[in-house]
Antibody, heavy 122, light 107 residues
Framework: QVQLVESGGGVVQPGESLRLSCAAS????????MHWVRQTPGKGLEWVAV????????YYADSVKGRFTISRDNSKNTLYLQLNSLRAEDTAVFYC???????????????WGQGTLVTVSS | EIVLTQSPGTLSLSPGERATLSCRAS??????LAWYQQKPGQAPRLLIY???TRAIGIPDRFSGSGSATDFTLTISRLEPEDFAVYYC?????????FGPGTKVDIK
């Protein structure tokens, strides 16, 4: 069955960086677009970024554009999110999420990981 | 950005009762709406996509309806495991956005 396992979260100071990973299994990873979505108690669920199945196309939320970078290694079945210039308001649980169909452009999420907590605090 | 508004914020019901949750979009989204269930400490779980299609493994007591700007998630008879937070999510345009959620708790 589909499994998505995030890692890499932690406590960092404002301005610092972090790299999140999402290890995928149970499906043909290279055929699916993948997303990062974050959740905070205050702002709820917020879409962060998407990467196409090939990795050639990425889109970002305005709130993270220029600071976060989504990437993938299809040979390792792993999705990444590089978080730079972190701010207190980036504190959230970050989820990776899988699109519903191969080569699709439907941005709803059939499967989610368990999430990894990023805390930005001085 | 399309804003989703959910009502009510909290719904207090007893097991066996019917739950009706609403989601309204700030502009038309056709049927590009999904519903998720989230329990404490867990990731969201897809219930409905395309406004009315149940995801794999979702019991038929869950149903979705609506189009354009007004949508409804109905739980026909609440089971104990259905008490949770429910989010709607539009994916017609970027950025995809989520509603603030409706908490269904035990009366």
């Amino acid at each position: 069955q589909v499994q998505l396992v995030e890692s890499g979260g932690g406590v960092v100071q404002p301005g610092e960086s972090l790299r999140l990973s999402c290890a995928a299994s149970g499906f043909i990873f290279r055929n699916y677009g993948m997303h990062w979505v974050r959740q905070t108690p205050g702002k709820g669920l917020e879409w962060v970024a998407v990467i196409s199945h090939s990795g050639h196309t990425q889109y970002y939320a305005d709130s993270v554009k220029g600071r976060f970078t989504i990437s993938r290694d299809n040979s390792k079945n792993t999705l990444y999110l590089q978080l730079n210039s972190l701010r207190a308001e980036d504190t959230a649980v970050f989820y990776c999420a899988k699109e519903p169909a191969e080569y699709s452009s439907s941005w709803y999420y059939q499967s989610w990981g368990q999430g990894t907590l990023v805390t930005v605090s001085s | 950005e399309i804003v989703l508004t959910q009502s009510p914020g909290t719904l207090s019901l007893s097991p066996g009762e019917r739950a009706t949750l609403s989601c309204r979009a700030s502009q038309t989204i056709s049927a590009n709406l999904a519903w998720y269930q989230q329990k404490p400490g867990q990731a969201p779980r897809l219930l409905i996509y395309g406004a009315s299609t149940r995801a794999i493994g979702i019991p038929d007591r869950f149903s979705g309806s609506g189009s354009a700007t007004d949508f409804t998630l109905t739980i026909s008879r609440l089971e104990p495991e259905d008490f949770a937070v429910y989010y709607c999510h539009q994916y017609v345009t970027s950025p995809p956005t989520f509603g603030p959620g409706t908490k269904v708790d035990i009366k």
